[in-house]
């Protein structure tokens, strides 16, 4: 049995790197993944107003880690990851008008019906709506929504392809 992604080999007495006989990393296949979560960064004029929003209005908790290098506020919901860091006026601008990327962040949500109304109940500013259900059928485009934050990041919510 593979311990940490590794096996030890009884023939030769050696620990060699376990391998995936069938090519795909399945969870509990053995393969060790060094990469598991990742966070977004936004530079933010001032991180704590921005922390208040997403844990006021779209159910973020946040923890405040000031004993790093960089202090900053880590915000966390569901497997999501947000790191608030604070930045200089000049820095502090949505992707979209910087270069042509539509939004500064994407979410992909199992069930982007229940966040919408979640955040729509909340008073987030809803800057794209969600389709029906029958117009999604002939849509282009998955199931998504976009809203924006305090700082008018535009925030894109798309419908999960994976099977969950």
């Known amino acids: 049995m593979p311990l940490l992604g590794f096996q030890f080999n009884n023939d030769t007495k050696d620990v060699e790197a376990s391998e995936d006989k069938a090519g795909d ?22 991180p704590l107003k921005t922390a208040l929003f997403y844990e006021t209005k779209c159910g973020f908790k946040a923890s405040h880690l000031e004993d790093e290098k960089m202090p900053h506020i880590r915000l966390k919901r569901d497997n999501i990851a947000i790191v608030l860091a604070k930045g200089k006026k000049q820095a502090v601008r949505p992707l979209r008008e910087m270069s042509d990327v539509l939004y500064d962040m994407y979410i992909y949500a199992t069930e982007p019906y229940m966040l919408h109304r979640e955040l729509e109940a909340a008073g987030v500013k809803i800057i794209e709506g969600l389709q029906d259900a029958n117009e999604a059928v002939r849509a282009d485009t998955t199931r998504q929504f976009v809203f924006e934050d305090c700082d008018r990041r535009h925030i894109c919510v798309s419908q999960s392809s994976e099977m969950v």
């Open 25 to 46: 990393e399945e969870e509990g296949s053995g393969a060790l993944h060094l990469m598991n979560a990742s966070a977004a960064v936004f530079v933010c004029e001032d």
